[in-house]
C-alpha cells in the first residue's frame, strides 16, 4: 500500500516550458487536492477534485490546470512555466472534502530559472 | 536542508517538557479541525483531529484542545523527544477544502 505517490521529486525548468506533475493514490479516496508551499506561506490549494469527473479551484489556480483521469490519478500541468511557480507542491487524497483527514505525497521540488 | 518553513513562528523547547503550539481559526462555521507534522523534506503527516462538538481529544502523547468561543485550537505535546521537531500545521474545514494555517516550527533542545 503506497499511499499518495508522485513524480517527479525534482525538476527544473526554464521559463516558458511546460510540464505534468503526476499523482496518484492506492486508497479509493474520492477526493485529490493540488497545493503548493512557499516559505513562511504554509500550503496554499491551487485546485482540488471532489470526485471523479469534477475540478474545481482553489486558493491560487492561475497558471495551472489539472485532469482528473480516474479514481486514482489526478495530474496537475503547467502551460508556461514562470519562475513564480518554483515552488514545492503536494498531492493530497482524503474522503471527504473537508472534513476529513488528508493524505499526503512526498512532495515535487520544482525550480522555474 | 528544507527552505520551507523559513520566516515561521518558533517554539524552543527542552527535551522532556511539554508542549503547546497554539493556533487561530477563521471561520466560525468550521467543524473539523486538524493537525498536521511535516519532517524536513516530507509531506505532512496527519497527527490528531477533533471534530466541533468536542473539545477535546487525546491521542498517544498528544493532546488537541478547541476552544469555539475565541476561535482557538492548541496542540499539546507531552514529554517532548528530538523527534517531535517538525513544523507543525493547523487546519480546519467544513464541507469545503481544508484551509491550513502558516505554521509552527518546534525546535527541541537537547
Known amino acids: 500500500n503506497a499511499g499518495v505517490t508522485q513524480t517527479p521529486k525534482f525538476q527544473v525548468l526554464k521559463t516558458g516550458q511546460s510540464m505534468t506533475l503526476q499523482c496518484a493514490q492506492d486508497?479509493?479516496?474520492?477526493?485529490m487536492y493540488w497545493y503548493r508551499q512557499d516559505p513562511g506561506m504554509g500550503l496554499r490549494l491551487i485546485y482540488y477534485?471532489?470526485?471523479?469527473?469534477?475540478?474545481d479551484k482553489g486558493e491560487v489556480p492561475n497558471g495551472y490546470n489539472v485532469s482528473r483521469l480516474n479514481k486514482r490519478e489526478f495530474s496537475l500541468r503547467l502551460e508556461s512555466a514562470a519562475p513564480s511557480q518554483t515552488s514545492v507542491y503536494f498531492c493530497a487524497s482524503g474522503d471527504g472534502t473537508g472534513g476529513a483527514e488528508q493524505y499526503f505525497g512526498p512532495g515535487t521540488r520544482l525550480t522555474v530559472t | 536542508g528544507e527552505s520551507v518553513g523559513l520566516h515561521l513562528p518558533t517554539l524552543s523547547v527542552q527535551e522532556g517538557d511539554n508542549s503547546i503550539i497554539n493556533c487561530a481559526y477563521s471561520?466560525?462555521?468550521?467543524?473539523?479541525f486538524i493537525w498536521y507534522k511535516q519532517e524536513s523534506g516530507k509531506g505532512p503527516q496527519f497527527i490528531i483531529d477533533?471534530?466541533?462538538?468536542?473539545d477535546k481529544r487525546q491521542g498517544q502523547r498528544v493532546t488537541v484542545l478547541l476552544n469555539k468561543t475565541v476561535k482557538h485550537l492548541s496542540l499539546q505535546i507531552a514529554a517532548t523527544q528530538p523527534g517531535d521537531s517538525a513544523v507543525y500545521f493547523c487546519a480546519e474545514g467544513q464541507n469545503t477544502p481544508l484551509v491550513f494555517g502558516k505554521g509552527t516550527r518546534l525546535s527541541v533542545i537537547a
Open positions: 477534485s471532489a470526485s471523479e469527473g469534477t475540478t
Open positions: 486508497m479509493n479516496h474520492n477526493s
Open positions: 477533533i471534530r466541533s462538538n468536542m
Open positions: 471561520n466560525s462555521a468550521s467543524d473539523y
